[in-house]
Structure formats: structure tokens, C-alpha cells
T-cell receptor
Framework: AQRVTQPEKLLSVFKGAPVELKCNYS??????LFWYVQYSRQRLQLLLR??SRESIKGFTADLNKGETSFHLKKPFAQEEDSAMYYC???????????FGDGTTLTVKP | KAGVTQTPRYLIKTRGQQVTLSCSPI?????VSWYQQTPGQGLQFLFE???????NKGNFPGRFSGRQFSNSRSEMNVSTLELGDSALYLC?????????????FGEGSRLTVL
């Protein structure tokens, strides 16, 4: 069975500081990894996916299969980045996505 | 195109009652998943439907059930409600066959059990 772990429930940084949200997973095959974000009073939405290898809103995430991690990083945090972030794993072509418990990021001015 | 629509948005029930929640996916999406979101447990997978068939099921008791109709709309039902069922129930749709597997979420139905 697959499992996703986000070790930090709460993370607080100052504006302009680097931020890293950790995500570790356990799955024996080749998973698809995603980061979803939920801003205040908005619906949960996709932030980025490992297969695209893109940067969205300054965030990047690299899949490290050796360490089974998919940490989300941004070099300079902004106040508008304050939100709940979920890491998710999906087995390729399967309908189920497994989510971590989420990390609430607060960026202070 | 219109996003995922969930109804009702808010509802209050008492213990022992039953509730039905509805989800209309994005047009063309045939996969519908349901999740329970609570502050302490994050997002817990309930079940996933594709072409009117339940393909995956999470670790919830049999009081939680669902179905999908031919137009891909889905409903979930919770019978004999318990206080612990109070949560935000999220529906998500996806385009089966898409390699990336992105989920599109609705705003949720917030259930309060008194």
C-alpha cells in the first residue's frame, strides 16, 4: 500500500526567506507525485506535478527516488504563499490518489 | 468550462440520520473520487468511481456508500450518522486516460452532525 508523509503540520517563515515543505512517500513501483494547494476560502487545486518538471509561482519539486522524497521548495517566500499544502501520490493509471496530512505554511511580513 | 459542483454546500444532521451528497464532475470527466477532510486527519480517500463502477475503496465502514450515474454525476451516502462523521466531504473529478492524473476538486459539502 502507498503512503505519503508530510512531517510538518505547521511551517512559518518570513517573507523573502527560503521555504521547503517536506514530503516522503512509500510505494514499491513508480508513482506519480503531485503538490496541491488550498488557499484560504478557495478550493483545493493542483500546484505542480513531478512529470512536468516545471516551476509554478516560483515553486519547484524534484522527485528523489533514492530517498523517496518530493520536497517542495521556493527560494523567496511571499505572503501570498500562505496556504495549506498537500503532497499526493497516484499509482499510474489508477483512480486513487493518496494524500499526506498537509502542511500549513504561514509567511510572515 | 464549469468546475466540479457539489451540493449541498452546508448541512446539519443529527446522530442516526442519513445524508446524501451530490457531485457533478467537469464535463467529459468520467472518474469521480470522494475524500473526507478533517483538521486532524487531512484528506482520507473514500472511494472512486469510473463509468458507473466503483474501482477503489478506502478504509471506511459500510455506512459510507456511493454510486455514479451514466452522466458521470456521483452521489455518496452516509447512513446512521455519528458525531465523528462531521467533516468536509470533497469530490474530485479527473479525465481518465490523461497521463498526469490531475484531480479537479469541488468546494466541498460541510457536514455537521449534532
Amino acid at each position: 500500500a502507498q503512503r505519503v508523509t508530510q512531517p510538518e503540520k505547521l511551517l512559518s517563515v518570513f517573507k523573502g526567506a527560503p521555504v521547503e515543505l517536506k514530503c516522503n512517500y512509500s510505494y514499491s513501483g513508480s508513482p506519480e507525485l503531485f503538490w496541491y494547494v488550498q488557499y484560504s476560502r478557495q478550493r483545493l487545486q493542483l500546484l505542480l506535478r513531478h512529470i512536468s518538471r516545471e516551476s509554478i509561482k516560483g515553486f519547484t519539486a524534484d522527485l528523489n527516488k533514492g530517498e523517496t522524497s518530493f520536497h517542495l521548495k521556493k527560494p523567496f517566500a511571499q505572503e501570498e504563499d500562505s496556504a495549506m499544502y498537500y503532497c499526493a501520490l497516484r499509482v499510474t493509471n489508477a483512480g486513487k490518489s493518496t494524500f499526506g496530512d498537509g502542511t500549513t505554511l504561514t509567511v510572515k511580513p | 468550462k464549469a468546475g466540479v459542483t457539489q451540493t449541498p454546500r452546508y448541512l446539519i444532521k443529527t446522530r442516526g440520520q442519513q445524508v446524501t451528497l451530490s457531485c457533478s464532475p467537469i464535463s467529459g470527466h468520467r472518474s469521480v473520487s470522494w475524500y473526507q477532510q478533517t483538521p486532524g486527519q487531512g484528506l482520507q480517500f473514500l472511494f472512486e468511481y469510473f463509468s458507473e463502477t466503483q474501482r477503489n475503496k478506502g478504509n471506511f465502514p459500510g455506512r459510507f456508500s456511493g454510486r455514479q450515474f451514466s452522466n458521470s454525476r456521483s452521489e455518496m451516502n452516509v447512513s446512521t450518522l455519528e458525531l465523528g462523521d462531521s467533516a468536509l466531504y470533497l469530490c474530485a473529478s479527473s479525465l481518465q486516460g490523461e497521463v498526469t492524473g490531475e484531480l479537479f476538486f469541488g468546494e466541498g459539502s460541510r457536514l455537521t452532525v449534532l
